[in-house]
Nanobody, 124 residues
Framework: VQLQASGGGLVQAGGSLRLSCAAS????????MGWFRQAPGKEREFVAA????????YYADSVKGRFTISRDNTKNTVYLQMNSLKPEDTAVYYC??????????????????WGKGTQVTVSS
C-alpha cells in the first residue's frame, strides 16, 4: 500500500485542520488505518485508529473529544478532523496501515505501511 498524507499547515490555537491520507496499491478495505505524530525531539506517538469498516475507532487520550478519524473506502482515503487545536499538537503527522479485518479496541502497533508525513503547526 502506498500512502500519501496531505492537509497539514499552519493554524492558530483553537483552529481546525483536516488531514487526508490517500491509499493505493492494494485493497484499502482490508486494512485498519492509523494516524501517528512526531513532535521535534520526541518519539512518534499514536493518535487515532479506525477499523477496516469504519465501525470502530480508538483515540489517544490527548486528542479524545477534539479529533475524529474517519474513512471512505470508496475513495481509498482516511481522514483526521482536528478541532480545538493546541500548540502541543504541533508535529509531523503520519498515516499508516495494518492488514486485518478486525475491530479496533486500542492503540495500533505493528503497522505494515507508512506514508510520508504532513506538517501541522499550531501557533499560540
Amino acid at each position: 500500500v502506498q500512502l500519501q498524507a496531505s492537509g497539514g499547515g499552519l493554524v492558530q490555537a483553537g483552529g481546525s485542520l483536516r488531514l487526508s491520507c490517500a491509499a493505493s496499491g492494494r485493497t484499502f478495505s482490508n486494512y485498519a488505518m492509523g494516524w501517528f505524530r512526531q513532535a521535534p525531539g520526541k518519539e512518534r506517538e499514536f493518535v487515532a485508529a479506525i477499523s477496516w469498516s469504519g465501525r470502530s475507532a480508538y483515540y489517544a487520550d490527548s486528542v479524545k473529544g477534539r479529533f475524529t478519524i474517519s474513512r471512505d473506502n470508496t475513495k481509498n482515503t482516511v481522514y483526521l478532523q482536528m478541532n480545538s487545536l493546541k500548540p502541543e499538537d504541533t508535529a509531523v503527522y503520519y498515516c499508516a496501515s495494518k492488514l486485518g479485518r478486525t475491530v479496533v479496541t486500542g492503540t495500533l502497533t505493528g503497522m505494515d505501511y507508512w506514508g510520508k508525513g504532513t506538517q501541522v503547526t499550531v501557533s499560540s
